[in-house]
C-alpha cells in the first residue's frame, strides 16, 4: 500500500466493524489498552454526532435517540436474563439435591419441599415422599440403602459434570471471579464469557452442587451473570467495538450476580465496587445498580422457592440484641479470620497438587471428591441437605412461627448431641472446601464458608445459651429479662457466616450490607460491622488479599492489586532495556516476520532508525498481522514487499492517531515500483511516555488508572526502554523472594513476612507448558 495523502469523510471515520472484528481474532491473553480504546470511541462519537446533528431526518433522529438509550436497553435486557437463568438453576438445583434421597410419588418432577407441602414432618418428607429403600420393598427407613443411593446420585452428578466441563467449555471450571476481575482490568481471555461457556456453567453448576461437593453456586453465578451481560451486549455494535463500554456492562453484570445470589441488590453494586472492578465511576454505579434491580425483581417474580424469599438463608430476627453479646462476636471475628488464613494457605497447597499430579484426571477427581464427600456427609444431618438449606435451618430462631425443631436442634436436652455434630461439621465441611474449591467443575467459596461459619456460629450460640440457662444470675447476663428468650442462637450461626466469607474473600462493607439485607434488621449493623472488622484484622495478620487475588497470583495473570507499594527506586530498575522495535522505513516484509517468528511481543516501538533511536510511535502486534495477512490476500504480498511505518497527515496536516478508514485498506499493484505496506495509519503517534528518573510507584499508578498496555522510556525523545504490568509484577516478585530469603529463620522476620502469599508471585516464573499461554509478554 502506497503511503498518500487521502481525505477521510466523517462517515470513514467510524471504525469499521469488520476490520475490528479481523483485528480481534489476533488478541488472546493480551491486555487492553484504555487509551486507545477511548480514542476510538470519541472518534466514533464525533463522527455520529457530525453525521446527524443538522439532518432533520427522522432516521438522524433515531440514530441519536438509539445511541442515548441504548445502554439501559442492554441493561434491561442483562438484568431479566440473569434473573431469569438465576431462577432456573435454584429450581434445577433443590430438585437434584432431593432426587439424591428420595423422589415424590404424585409428581417425579416435585422436590421434597413441594411434594410435602404443608405436611411435611420433622425430617421434612411425608407420606408422598418415596425414600429409595422403599422400590426394592426394603422398607420405609433403611439408612444402609438410603446412603448408598445418595453416595450413588453424588457421584454420578460430580462425574458427569466434570465431563461436560472437560470435553465441553473448560472455561467453567472454577468459580471465574479471579478471571472476570482481570478481565475487567483489561486482560482478554477468549471464550470465557461466550454462551457456551454459559450454558455448560448453568448445567453443570445445578449438577456439582447436587452432588454435595463443599462447594457453592454464588461465585460462579458472577461469571454466568458476565457471560450473560457478555452475549446480549454483543448483539449491539457499539459494544462489541468498545471494551470500555463493555467494561460497564460486566460490572453491572457482576452486581447483578451478587444481588441474585444472596438476594441483595444494594449489597451486589458494594461487592462489584469493593472486589471486582479497577475502575468504577458514578455513571457504571448507576447502572449496575439498576441491572441488580431488574435482576432481582424478575428472580422475586420467578418466586424459585414459593416462600416469596429471594433465597432460602433469607430471615427476619425481631430480638434486640445486648451488650455482653460483643465478647462472642469477637470471637466469632476472630475464628473468621483463622478460618480464611487456613483455607487459603491450604487450599493454595491443593492447587500445587493438582496441578503437578491431577491435571490429566479431572473427572476421577470430581467423582472421588463426591464419593468421599457422600461417605462422611450422609450420616451427619447438617452436612446431609444442601447448604443454602442448612443456613436457612441453623439462622432460623427456635421460637416463633418460623422456628423449625431441625432434628431436635432447639430442644435442651439435645444440646450436648447438637453442639458435637455441629463442631464435626465446621471442621469436615472445612477439610472438603479446602480439598474441593478449584477442581474441574463450577465451584464457589462463598456459601461453604458461609455454611461453616453458620455451624460454628450457632455451636458458639447453643454454648453461650446452655450457659446463660445455667447461670442466670451470672454478672454478664445481667441485662435478660427473665422468663424471655435472651440468647438467639441463630444470629450467631448468622454472624459467623458474614465472618468466614469476610475472611476468605477479605471485604468488608459489601458483607455488612448483603448481611444486612437478608435480615432486614438496623440492630444488627453494629454486630455484623464489629465481627468483620475484627476477622479482617485477624485474616490481614497472616496475609494481605482474598483468596481470589491468590488465584490471580497462581495462574499469572498481568493483575495489578489494590495494595499500596514502596520501592523508591526508579522506572530504569525495572525497565525492559534495548527493546524490538520497527524502524519507519526500510524494513522488508521477512524481516518483520522474523521477528513475530522469534519473539511473542504484543507490540513495538517505532523509530526513526536504529542509530538515533528517535521515538515516532507504537503500533499493535494484532493490527499488524491483520494488514500482513491481507496484503498476501488481495495484493499477493511477499517476502521482500517494503513495510513503511510512517504516520500519515491529512489534508490539513493534521497528524492521524490511529486511522481505521477504508482508504487505508487499499494496497499498491504487486511488482510496481512503490510496492510497500504502509503500516503507517496504524501508529499511535502519541504513547505514553516517562523519563528512566520516573519512580516505580508512579508508573503503576499509570497503569492502574490509566490502563496502558506499555509505557515507553525514552530520554530527550530517544526510545532507551519499555515496561508492561508483567515486569512490575517480576520485580514485585523479586524483592518478596530476596527479602524471604535473606532474612529466613529469624522471628521478627517472619512477623513481617507472614503473610503466605509471597510464594505465590514466584510461580510467575514455574509453570507448567499448559499454562504458559497466559504469559506471554504483554508488549
Keep these: 500500500m502506497s503511503r498518500h495523502g487521502h481525505t477521510r469523510s466523517a462517515s470513514s471515520q467510524i471504525i469499521d466493524e469488520d476490520l475490528q472484528k479481523a483485528i480481534q481474532r489476533y488478541e488472546d491473553f493480551t491486555t487492553t489498552d484504555w487509551v486507545k480504546d477511548a480514542v476510538h470511541e470519541r472518534q466514533r462519537k464525533s463522527a455520529l454526532q457530525s453525521m446527524n446533528k443538522n439532518s432533520d431526518s427522522w432516521r438522524s433522529w433515531w440514530a441519536l435517540t438509539f445511541e442515548s438509550a441504548q445502554t439501559w436497553i442492554v441493561i434491561s435486557l442483562v438484568g431479566a436474563t440473569i434473573g431469569l437463568n438465576s431462577a432456573l438453576i435454584a429450581i434445577i438445583t433443590d430438585w437434584l439435591s432431593d432426587i439424591k434421597m428420595g423422589y415424590c410419588s404424585t409428581g417425579w418432577w416435585l422436590n421434597q419441599k413441594f411434594c410435602c407441602w404443608g405436611i411435611e414432618e420433622h425430617d421434612g418428607t411425608c407420606e408422598y415422599w418415596t425414600n429409595w429403600s422403599e422400590p426394592l420393598a426394603l422398607g420405609r427407613d433403611v439408612f444402609v440403602v438410603k446412603w448408598i443411593f445418595y453416595i450413588a446420585w453424588a457421584t454420578c452428578f460430580a462425574g458427569t459434570c466434570a465431563f461436560l466441563v472437560k470435553h465441553f467449555a473448560p472455561y467453567a471450571a472454577g ?22 461457556t454459559l450454558l455448560m456453567k448453568s448445567v453443570g453448576l445445578a449438577l456439582a452442587v447436587a452432588s454435595n461437593l463443599s462447594i457453592g453456586k454464588e461465585g460462579p453465578s458472577v461469571h454466568m451473570a458476565c457471560c450473560v451481560g457478555h452475549v446480549v451486549s454483543r448483539l449491539f455494535a457499539n459494544y462489541r467495538q468498545n471494551k470500555a463500554k463493555m467494561r ?9 450476580g451478587v444481588a441474585v445470589a444472596f438476594g441483595s441488590p444494594i449489597g451486589g453494586v458494594l461487592f462489584s465496587l469493593e472486589e471486582m472492578s479497577a475502575n468504577f465511576p458514578n455513571k457504571t454505579m448507576l447502572r449496575s445498580f439498576f441491572c441488580a434491580l431488574i435482576a432481582t425483581m424478575v428472580l422475586q417474580a420467578m418466586n424459585p422457592f414459593r416462600t416469596g424469599k429471594l433465597v432460602m438463608f433469607q430471615v427476619t430476627y425481631d430480638r434486640d440484641w445486648h451488650f455482653f453479646e460483643y465478647v462472642f462476636t469477637v470471637i466469632i471475628g476472630i475464628f473468621g479470620g483463622l478460618y480464611g488464613a487456613f483455607v487459603i494457605k491450604f487450599n493454595m497447597k491443593v492447587v500445587e497438587y493438582r496441578k503437578k499430579y491431577l491435571k490429566d484426571y479431572a473427572i476421577a477427581e470430581a467423582a472421588v471428591l463426591a464419593l468421599v464427600t457422600a461417605i462422611i456427609a450422609y450420616p451427619n444431618v447438617f452436612l446431609r441437605i444442601d447448604m443454602t438449606e442448612i443456613m436457612g435451618i441453623l439462622f432460623r430462631e427456635c421460637e416463633g412461627p418460623e422456628g423449625e425443631d431441625y432434628y431436635g436442634l432447639c430442644q435442651q436436652s439435645e444440646v450436648g448431641r447438637m453442639i458435637t455434630l455441629l463442631l464435626f461439621a465446621t471442621i469436615l465441611r472445612t477439610v472438603g472446601t479446602i480439598f474441593s474449591y478449584g477442581c474441574k467443575v463450577p465451584c464457589g467459596i462463598f456459601v461453604p464458608s458461609m455454611a461453616i461459619g453458620a455451624t460454628f456460629g450457632r455451636m458458639l450460640g447453643l454454648i453461650a445459651k446452655s450457659w446463660q440457662s445455667a447461670y442466670p444470675d451470672f454478672f454478664l447476663f445481667a441485662s435478660c429479662q427473665p422468663d424471655v428468650p ?7 450461626a448468622f454472624l459467623g457466616a458474614a465472618a468466614a466469607l469476610c475472611g476468605v474473600m477479605r471485604i468488608t462493607v459489601s458483607v455488612v450490607v448483603i448481611m444486612f439485607e437478608l435480615t432486614g434488621r438496623v440492630t444488627y449493623i453494629l454486630p455484623s460491622m464489629i465481627t468483620l472488622i475484627v476477622t479482617k484484622a485477624t485474616a490481614d495478620w497472616f496475609g494481605k488479599g ?7 497470583q497462581v495462574n499469572g495473570y498481568p493483575f495489578l492489586d489494590k495494595e499500596e507499594h514502596s520501592f523508591g527506586v526508579p522506572v530504569s530498575h525495572v525497565m525492559r532495556r534495548d527493546p524490538v522495535v520497527m524502524t519507519a522505513s526500510g524494513m522488508k516484509l521477512h524481516e518483520i516476520e522474523t521477528i513475530f517468528h522469534d519473539t511473542q511481543f504484543k507490540g513495538f516501538p517505532v523509530v526513526q532508525d536504529k542509530t538515533s533511536m528517535t521515538l515516532v510511535g507504537y503500533i499493535g502486534r494484532s493490527e499488524m498481522l491483520y494488514l500482513i495477512e491481507k496484503a498476501k490476500r488481495i495484493n499477493r504480498a511477499h517476502s521482500d514487499t517494503k513495510c513503511d511505518f510512517r504516520p500519515v497527515d491529512d489534508d490539513n496536516g493534521v497528524e ?3 486511522s481505521y478508514s477504508e482508504e487505508t485498506q487499499d494496497f499498491d499493484e504487486p511488482n510496481s515500483e512503490t510496492e510497500v505496506i504502509n503500516f503507517g495509519p496504524y501508529v499511535d503517534q502519541t504513547p505514553i511516555t516517562v523519563r528512566p528518573q520516573f519512580y516505580l510507584e508512579t508508573v503503576m499508578d499509570l497503569f492502574k488508572k490509566i490502563g496502558p498496555r506499555i509505557i515507553l522510556i525514552e530520554n530527550l525523545g530517544k526510545v532507551v526502554g519499555l515496561i508492561t504490568v508483567k515486569d512490575v509484577l517480576r520485580y514485585i516478585a523479586q524483592i518478596e523472594r530476596r527479602d ?13 513476612q507472614r503473610n503466605w502469599h509471597l510464594s505465590s508471585y514466584t510461580r510467575v516464573f514455574s509453570r507448567d507448558s499448559e499454562e504458559n499461554h497466559e504469559l506471554q509478554q504483554q508488549t
Excluded: H
Design 740 to 752: 524471604q530469603k535473606s532474612d529466613q529463620g529469624s522471628w521478627n522476620s517472619w512477623l513481617e
Design 486 to 492: 435472651c440468647i438467639t442462637p441463630g444470629t450467631y
Design 248 to 256: 460497564e456492562i460486566l460490572s453491572a453484570s457482576s452486581a447483578a
Design 656 to 658: 492521524v492517531i490511529a
Design 175 to 196: 468459580s471465574g471471579i479471579s478471571e472476570i476481575k482481570c478481565i475487567l482490568a483489561g486482560f482478554t481471555m477468549k471464550g470465557f464469557l461466550g454462551g457456551w
Design 546 to 552: 482474598g483468596i481470589a487475588d491468590r488465584y490471580i
